[in-house]
Structure formats: structure tokens, C-alpha cells
């Protein structure tokens, strides 16, 4: 009996992971901090290794696991989450702030196709870089804080993705586009975040809406 004693416990160890993930429902991104009350660390390690090894859940990274929706209908199978939800996950974790910049926040708007392969986010957490496999990562940099004080995301959005573009290379196409973006916000709420733009950035944004 004492032989079997320490598999029952890893197994209750590995049922109770499983019944606070499953509460949270399918796609529920999480870490190995968030079971500290269930167990040690290096149990709780070895529990969410086993659970991996049985396809339960998945590793997204190091440190880093989701309860993955499966999609039966069109029989896709696994759906791994967004980069974004990644990130945002690890910023709620951390209690910081993010905002997406560069080539990503251009993506995100559609002012351009390419898929940066490390997207970078910044933030008034700790800077590091997360590997994601296959040559792709998130990245956290660290930012004064007017650059994390945006109220309305799409005036943030718009912002960084000019700011990346470059003044000397915006082109008509770029300009139809954000005209067309921001039909989604009336003008008031994009420019509350006025002060925070360079003043360039705010005269096409003026001009977008006349």
C-alpha cells in the first residue's frame, strides 16, 4: 500500500489541475503559479508535464499552457490561442500594462499583410522575450508611461503604426485605409488621446475625419 501511495497523490495533484482549468473553460491560458495551492512547484511541474505528455493540455512555451478549444465540426482539431491573448494573459499574470507596436499594430489594422515573426509589446512590467517556437516570439519592452496611457485603443493603434510607417512614407493607400479605420470611432473619442500623438500624426487624423 505505502508503494502506491505517492502515484494516488500525483494523480490528485493532476485531477484537481485539471478541475480548476476545466472551470475556466476551453482556452484558458495559465502558469504553474497559478496552482500554488494545490501543490509544490515541482509537483505541480511534473503534474502539468504529465498532463502535456497525455495531450490534455498543451505548452505554449516555457512556463506558458492553455486548455485548447477543440474544433470538432470542421474536424481542425487542436485551436492554439492568438499571440495577443498570449501576451495578454501574461499581462494580467504580471499586472502590467501593454501596447502593440511597429509592424503589429500596422497588421492589426490591415495597413499591412506581413505577420511580424516577433511581436513586440510595450509595457511597464518587466521586459523579456518569449521564444514561441519556430523562430517566433512576443517581446516586452520597457516604455515611459505616456506611451502606455492611451484611452481609446484605436487612437493607440493608429498611433503606433504611423509612428512606424514614418511621416516621409505615408502614402495615399495608407491614408484611405485609416480614413476607413476610423469610421469605427467618432472623432471625440480618438482625439482624446490627442496630447499623446505627435502633432503630424494628429493632422491626418483631423483630415481623415472632414
Not at 63 to 77: Q, T
Not at 91 to 98: G, L, S, T, V
Not at 141 to 166: C, D, G, Q, W, Y
Amino acid at each position: 500500500m505505502r508503494q502506491n501511495q505517492p502515484y494516488i497523490k500525483m494523480q490528485n495533484i493532476d485531477d484537481k489541475i485539471l478541475a480548476k482549468v476545466s472551470k475556466c473553460g476551453r482556452g484558458t491560458i495559465f502558469f504553474p503559479n497559478d496552482f500554488i495551492s494545490i501543490g509544490e512547484t515541482k509537483s505541480v511541474l511534473k503534474a502539468l508535464e504529465r498532463m502535456t505528455n497525455d495531450g490534455i493540455i498543451i505548452r505554449l512555451a516555457k512556463g506558458i499552457y492553455c486548455y485548447p478549444k477543440i474544433d470538432k465540426v470542421l474536424g481542425l482539431g487542436i485551436l492554439y490561442p492568438s499571440f495577443e491573448d498570449i501576451a495578454q494573459s501574461i499581462a494580467k499574470r504580471d499586472k502590467a500594462r501593454i501596447v502593440p507596436t511597429g509592424l503589429y499594430a500596422m497588421n492589426k489594422l490591415g495597413l499591412s499583410t506581413q505577420i511580424p515573426m516577433n511581436i513586440v509589446y510595450m509595457t511597464d512590467g518587466s521586459p523579456r522575450k518569449i521564444n514561441m517556437g519556430n523562430g517566433r516570439s512576443i517581446q516586452f519592452k520597457h516604455a515611459a508611461p505616456k506611451n502606455l496611457s492611451f484611452r481609446n485603443e484605436l487612437a493607440m493603434l493608429v498611433t503606433f503604426a504611423l509612428k512606424e510607417i514614418k511621416q516621409k512614407n505615408v502614402t495615399d493607400k495608407h491614408l484611405e485605409r485609416i480614413k476607413e479605420i476610423l469610421k469605427k470611432e467618432t472623432k471625440e473619442k480618438v482625439l482624446i488621446d490627442a496630447k499623446l500623438m505627435p502633432s503630424w500624426i494628429r493632422t491626418i487624423i483631423r483630415k481623415a475625419y472632414e
